[in-house]
Structure formats: C-alpha cells, structure tokens
C-alpha cells in the first residue's frame, strides 16, 4: 500500500518544515540580539502605525540586513507596511503591500481583526506585564477555533518565547 516514494517524500516534507522551523528561530534570535539598540516598544511602533491604519500585526524583524520595526496595517481596502523609526518613534516609511504573501498574511490578520474587541498593543502589553523582564518583539493576530487571538513572541536576553492573548 505504502511505496517507498511515498516515505522519501514524506522524509523530505519533514527537512523542508524543519529548515524553515531552524530559520525562524535563527531569524528570531538575530532580533532579540538586536533589540536591546530599540528605543521604541513594541507597543509604541503600534501607536504609531495608527495614524496610517488599523494596525493588523507588528514586528521587529532583520529584512535585507536591516534591523527595523515594521508594522501592518488596513484602512479600508488599502494595506500597507509602516516602517518605524525604532530610535524615534517616527514613521520612517509607509508603503502599500504588493507581494502576494504579505497580502495572504494580511488579509488573515484582518479576518482576525474583525473578531477582535481589543488591540494588538493592548494584546502587547498584557503579554509584558505577564512575563516579567521578556519584551515583546512580534504580534500576530490569528484565528483560533474561530476565535481571534493575537501570538506574541518576546524576549529577554537570548530567551525565546511566544504566549497567545485573547483579543475578543
């Protein structure tokens, strides 16, 4: 019933999921490394991606070799990343999204959105202030049994965690 082509494939799936589980724990250490050069929270970055939207998710993240705070966010149909100024506060660069993963991922985080009767910063902060001495560099909302909440991931030296809070 079962060939061997079926368990070299299966065997192969199971390397490509666990690089990219490898990546993204590479990746998020390279941002806690990073944080502590942040002036700006989390929470603060969200602030300020309001004046251009509803903020749908936030991230410190390396992008090209580059430490910066990004931050997601719908006004009507037009979705955009806010690039936050991460010594200042201040929107740095605001552009409309336009690869087709970023427009995946957004169009999830509104449909979690839609659900939520709380925001992602006070999601955010919650997460802090359970987690003492952790800093939250990452909030995504998701929906989770057909309910909304939003994933946080912080960190505290090179300490590693993600904790969900409910948003409705």
């Known amino acids: 019933m079962w060939n061997k082509s079926f368990f070299i494939g299966l065997v192969a799936v199971g390397a490509t999921i666990g690089a990219a589980v490898a990546d993204e724990y590479k990746d998020q250490a390279a941002v806690a490394k990073q944080l502590p050069s942040a002036k700006v929270t989390l929470s603060q970055g ?86 003492a001495g952790y800093r939250a560099f990452s909030v995504v909302p998701t929906l989770k049994a057909n309910h909304a909440i939003a994933m946080v991931t912080l960190a505290k030296g090179t300490q590693i965690k993600s904790v969900s809070e409910p948003l409705e």
């Open 46 to 131: 969200l602030t300020a991606g309001e004046s251009k939207g509803q903020p749908i998710s936030a991230k410190f993240e390396i992008d090209e070799g580059h430490f910066q705070l990004s931050v997601y966010t719908a006004q009507g149909a037009a979705l955009q990343e806010v690039l936050v100024d991460y010594n200042t506060g201040k929107i740095a660069k605001a552009e409309p999204l336009s690869e087709a993963g970023d427009l995946a991922d957004a169009k999830k985080q509104i449909a979690a959105m839609a659900k939520a009767k709380t925001t992602l910063k006070a999601a955010s902060d919650k997460a802090e202030q359970d987690n």
